[in-house]
């Protein structure tokens, strides 16, 4: 996650650190996306997520699944985002206790 205003340069950056990988991973496999989620603490998501949405598609999601993986996806960042232990959040234990409870 980034901040908002560096959501844009956040996004092109993971591009070029996974473009190596995403490259490996075309040589073993016949279909390979790379799918850049960039979010904001605050839930705002950067223009690169249409790619997210264009896999849901593709995955043959309909509008309201599609917009409830969404809504989950932006909860759970920004609850892992703002919560007042750092180790907890990044040990994992906000997101997991999070999706056992609610999915």
């Known amino acids: ?10 996004a092109e950056r993971k591009a070029q650190t ?5 490259l490996q991973q075309s040589d073993k496999h016949t ?6 989620l960039s979010m904001s603490a605050l839930g705002i ?3 690169c997520t249409s790619e997210f949405f264009d896999m849901l598609t593709d995955l043959q999601f309909d509008t ?11 909860t759970i960042a920004v609850r892992t985002s703002t919560t007042s ?3 907890e959040a990044k040990s994992g234990q906000i997101l997991n206790s ?3 409870n609610t999915l």
Do not use: H, P, Q
């Not at 279909?31 to 850049?36: A, S």
């Not at 309201?64 to 932006?74: D, E, P, Q």
């Open 98 to 100: 999070y999706l056992i």
């Open 18 to 22: 996974y473009r190596d990988l995403v």
């Open 1 to 10: 996650m980034g901040f908002e205003s560096n959501l844009g340069t956040n």
């Open 85 to 87: 232990s750092a180790e």
């Open 45 to 47: 998501l950067d223009k």
């Open 31 to 36: 279909n390979v996306k790379f799918i850049n």
């Open 64 to 74: 309201a699944t599609k917009n409830y993986i969404l809504r989950k996806i932006t």
